[in-house]
């Protein structure tokens, strides 16, 4: 394994040592305050999207993959930048909070993606149920963008439209039955492909010439 990697993924193993231990210690010590909810708040950042880009990093090693975990983990580099803005800036600006509220959802959901084409498909089953769960994902997470720039008067009549409450839901559920399904597929016994026999007409024997008058 390349060493660059290595020391990549060692400095990334004390960043998340240092960041749980922190955001521990504000929570236990710090008390209720303006620096405490800072490092909290950093220290949470960088768990949540370490965790997705971890994922999608992980899916990088398949080479077919390489583009959608590099996606993935670009995304949840951008999620992690912007909240690093708005918790040092202490910005309060609608744009740039619901920015990084999508960010977040986008990093989720390409994780989740991520970590549905980690397995190794054995048979058909499970590749059905990955693609319905892909699909599921997408929707799921589409519906919750549009409705987080819409204003917030919106998102109260969420409750109330039924419509869209309904699809929500049914795309969550659809979502985390068939990524249930994947790995269950995955371990059902693979196919056997059934062997076509085919007639071939025997091999005729070669016909030998007739003999002449002169070797009689």
């Known amino acids: 394994m390349d060493q660059n990697n290595q020391q990549l993924i060692k400095a990334s193993v004390v960043t998340v040592i240092v960041a749980g231990a922190l955001g521990t210690l504000a929570v236990l010590a710090g008390g209720i305050g303006v620096v405490s909810a800072k490092i909290f708040a950093l220290s949470l950042s960088i768990i949540i999207f370490g965790i997705t880009a971890t994922i999608c990093m992980v899916v990088t090693r398949k080479a077919e993959y390489k583009t959608l975990g590099t996606a993935g983990m670009a995304i949840s580099g951008l999620g992690f930048l912007l909240t690093l803005i708005i918790v040092i800036g202490e910005t309060a600006d609608q744009g740039l909070l619901k920015l990084a509220l999508c960010f977040l959802i986008l990093s989720i959901a390409l994780a989740h993606i991520c970590l549905l084409h980690h397995f190794t498909l054995q048979n058909k089953y499970a590749l059905y149920a990955r693609i319905t ?5 997408s929707i799921f997470s589409l519906c919750l963008i ?29 979502d985390l039955a068939a990524t249930l399904l994947v790995p269950l597929c995955n371990r059902l016994k693979a196919e056997v492909p059934e062997l076509i026999l085919t007639e071939e007409p025997p091999a005729t ?12």
Do not use: W
Not at 161 to 173: D, F, G, M, R, Y
Not at 205 to 216: K, L, N, V
């Open 133 to 137: 769960a892909t699909v599921a994902i």
């Open 146 to 174: 549009l409705r987080v720039f819409e204003p917030l008067q919106g998102l109260y009549m969420l409750a109330y439209n039924q419509s869209t409450l309904k699809l929500l839901v049914a795309a969550l559920i659809v």
């Open 205 to 216: 024997e070669e016909r030998q010439p007739p003999a002449s008058a002169d070797s009689i």
